[in-house]
């Protein structure tokens, strides 16, 4: 291993390995030291979170004595930092390059569960070599993401989950359909980022899935869910000491079931789930940790259908919720995950629910605008490439912040496009009466002016792109709309959608693809008609 001196700063060193064959330069103390494995590069459904996570291991395993070394190749991140870890191996994370710096620095354990997948994947392997993990053990999170065994636990454990199957050939995929009953929620095995995933309508686009996207075989099995129609999705980050459980807070998704959870905007605490399932969400949560002998961070993802909590997913691992979690709560997630590692007990901790007197409510940014052609609607499949969060006394003044943050800010008055699918028609009636009280004018293509108008709501009707000019594009272009609410009906919509969607991208125009999003945006530009937005720091809404 050689030494990268920084200029300028005492003390400060990068060491990487080489095949030079010159000398190891790099010292080794009699110190108690612990090893974290980072992330890696960034990409899309594993990003900066982790790199939070991972800073926060390090300052936490400093103040408890411990000398902390980061094994991280990402530039970009602050683990990569001078002055984060007490020694950074600018390294590859994989099997061959964590041994070589294990059985060098010989450190008492290693945490992987910081550093998203990537580490994950090789925890195993470093076990197996005789490596201390550190917190949840390799089989815990393993389990975890073996969707079979994962569907017989909960069944063990009384705990609610869509009807779902594996099928590992397309003649198991269609009979496994017809079992489930349309629409159903498709997806590879062992995916990260919702990679691959879609909500399929009919039989013929389950064989077209199951042909062209993952060519299902023994090897490559196609996971078949119930998809849970019209649900709320709620997920929850919880401490957990193999033990006792901690729910730091439960956070409800604004888009409903169907939405990746990285690609929806939510709130903290939730807004209108109630309280029974809060209660059942926190002692599912419990439940799970205690079986999976978590120790450590745990994610879990809920749907709350027809007045039902059902399971989505598990994850004993630290997720892109809890930077989040821990600004809005006030409490240190990784901090205390780590001191959980080090041997302590929750009780040992002091933790208390704290009743929050603000909301916090996430968005996330897309990349859309760099990728013009691109129709920019949300699916199952994952597409956000950052977080931003807004905090206000109320939900609406929240939103409006988050999205605001997201470079979406929203009009206070102006003329609003509305066009929907069918299955939405019915709840638009409501939004645009809310969005005309507020001052706005409706203007909307003929299925949906229709409606509306049957509803006796006032529209303004525009003609679609096929039915001549002027059209919604002209509107759009002369910048004649000041919001667009478009619901698509699946992922192969009809070229008017996609069209609207990605002109509202290039000409700045706020866009909502989903109804949930929508009734939020209202309640947004309500609270901003009647509030003055202003800045305030995190200790202002904490002291």
Do not use: W
């Amino acid at each position: 291993y050689r030494i990268v001196p920084v200029s300028g700063v005492e003390h400060a060193e990068y060491y990487y390995s080489t095949y030079s064959g010159a000398e190891d330069e790099v010292p080794v103390n009699d110190k108690k030291k612990i090893m974290i494995l980072g992330g890696g590069p960034n990409r899309i459904g594993q990003g900066i979170e982790f790199d939070y996570t991972c800073v926060h291991a390090a300052f936490t395993l400093r103040d408890n004595g411990y000398e902390s070394i980061m094994v991280n190749c990402n530039p970009e991140t602050v683990s990569t930092d001078f002055d984060t870890a007490n020694k950074l191996y600018f390294e590859p994370v994989t099997v061959e390059d964590v041994l070589a710096i294990y059985e060098k620095e010989k450190p008492e354990g290693v945490i992987v569960q910081f550093g998203g997948q990537t580490p994950l994947n090789i925890a195993q392997a470093l076990k197996d070599a005789g490596v201390k993990i550190m917190g949840t053990q390799p089989e815990g999170i393993r389990l975890a993401e073996d969707r079979e065994y994962f569907r017989e636990r909960m069944i063990a454990l009384n705990i609610r989950q869509p009807e779902s199957g594996t099928a590992r050939s397309l003649e198991e995929a269609v009979e496994l359909g017809r079992q489930i009953g349309y629409p159903v929620m498709v997806r590879p095995s062992f995916v990260l980022g919702g990679r691959g995933m879609e909500v399929i309508y009919d039989e013929e686009n389950l064989k077209r899935y199951g042909v062209e996207a993952i060519q299902v075989s023994p090897e490559y099995p196609m996971l078949i869910d119930r998809f849970l129609d019209n649900a709320i999705e709620a997920e929850v980050d919880a401490l957990a000491d193999g033990t006792d459980t901690f729910v730091a807070t439960v956070m409800e998704h604004i888009e409903l079931a169907g939405i990746h959870s990285g690609d929806s905007a939510c709130a903290i605490p939730p807004v209108t789930i109630a309280p029974k399932h809060v209660r059942t969400i926190e002692e599912h949560a419990a439940k799970i940790a205690k079986d999976f002998q978590v120790k450590g961070i745990l994610n879990v993802q809920f749907a709350i259908c027809d007045d039902e909590v059902y399971i989505i997913e598990a994850n004993p691992r630290a997720s892109r919720t809890v930077p989040i979690v821990s600004k809005v709560t006030g409490i240190s997630m990784a901090r205390h995950a780590t001191e959980i590692m080090l041997g302590k007990k929750l009780k040992d901790l002091g933790l208390k629910p704290r009743a929050c007197r603000f909301i916090g409510v996430k968005e996330a940014v897309f990349p859309f605008n760099m990728f013009p052609e691109v129709d920019p609607v949300l699916g199952p499949e994952m597409r956000a490439t950052g977080e931003v969060m807004g905090i206000a006394d109320n939900f609406g003044m929240a939103y409006y912040k988050a999205q605001e943050a997201a470079g979406c800010i929203l009009p206070t008055s102006g003329k609003v496009l509305v066009t929907v699918s069918d299955r939405d028609k019915k709840f638009i009636e409501p939004i645009a009466r809310d969005l005309i009280s507020l001052g706005f004018k409706i203007v909307s293509t003929g299925g949906t002016a229709e409606y509306l108008r049957g509803q006796g709501v006032e529209t303004e009707v525009v003609n679609k792109l096929h039915e001549g000019r002027p059209n919604l594009g002209d509107m759009i272009t002369n910048k004649q709309i000041d919001l667009i609410i478009n619901t698509p009906v699946d992922r192969t919509s009809m070229i008017d959608d996609s069209f609207i969607r990605m002109q509202s991208i290039q000409k700045k125009i706020p866009y909502m693809t989903t109804i949930a999003a929508a009734r939020a945006t209202v309640e947004g530009i309500r609270s901003a008609q009647h509030v003055k937005v202003s800045p305030r720091s995190l200790q202002e809404y904490h002291s």
